[in-house]
């Protein structure tokens, strides 16, 4: 059996700033892996068939993002092998953090690498975006400002930091935020280098803020807190997020949470820790 994580990503901000013909949105954000994780584990079989077993309450086996990451991979290289998977969740889902999708991208990479069908990273990345638009920066492996609708990547130089992240009692569906009347489609494009990632916001904000009243709490409640360089909604949300420069004031704030509210504390990575799996 192999094991590897998913960690979660956080969009330290997320401008809308137009639309493709076929109504995708075309966004500018900056991508950041944290160390909360997801783990799959991974038992090779030569039968072909490949089993989830544990899937998640409410989404069946062959609707699962790792499964239909693993069909794809199989028919992309038409390989004759099989998996049995085994995926523990702790990302929340719809949650704005990308756990589905980084699920998604650490069964492309591990199985390209234990099938050993060697699939270079350019092929994985494009594979990926055919299963959502957020899985190519999990293949990418470097926090990045990313461009399109989430697959021009540019790498970029975060400075170390820590976060507080709140998981507001709702899930939030992507697609109907980007439905919404109230969402804002024409922020003005950014230009790099240089930017600032504190400088940004999220445009998904405000719609999901104004359907969602446990997630408006959520931020309001962050943005009163002492020492934050940051504190926004990640991607869709529900979960948002505060940063800070040193972990004993992300403690101090951590701490605080009241009880109505949820949370946890996670560091910043630089890479993702199977970065180095695919040339
Ligand atoms: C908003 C972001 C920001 O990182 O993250 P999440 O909040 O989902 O984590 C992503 O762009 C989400 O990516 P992902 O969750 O993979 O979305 P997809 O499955 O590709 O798309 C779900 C639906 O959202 C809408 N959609 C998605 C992305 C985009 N740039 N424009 C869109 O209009 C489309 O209606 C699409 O059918
Ligand atoms: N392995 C998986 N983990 C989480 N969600 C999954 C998975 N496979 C499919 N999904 C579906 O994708 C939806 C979005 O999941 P997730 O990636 O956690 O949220 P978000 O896109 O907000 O970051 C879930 O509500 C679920 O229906």
Known sequence: MF??????????????IGRREDGYHLLQTVFRFIDYSDQLSFRLRTDGIIKLHNPIAGVP????LCVRAAILLKQATGTQ???D??????????????????DA???LLALNYLWKVNLSKQHLLKLGLQLGADIPIFIFGENAFAEGIGEKLTSIKLPPAWYVVLVPPV??????????????????PIKIPPFSVWQGHNDLELPVCRSYSEVAQSLEWLKRQENTTITAMSGSGACVFAEFASEAAAQAVF???PDSMAGFMARGLDYHPMQQIVK
């Open 3 to 16: 094991t590897f994580s998913a960690p979660a990503k956080l969009n330290l901000f997320l401008h809308v």
């Open 255 to 257: 701490e605080h949470i």
């Open 81 to 83: 092998q099989g998996v």
């Open 171 to 188: 899930q939030v569906s992507t697609a109907e935020i980007f439905a919404s009347k109230d969402l804002t489609r024409n922020t003005i």
């Open 61 to 64: 086996e062959e609707k699962d």
């Open 105 to 107: 991208a650490t069964t």
């Open 85 to 102: 998977i085994f995926l523990q969740k702790q990302i929340p889902m719809g949650g704005g953090l990308g756990g589905g999708s980084s």
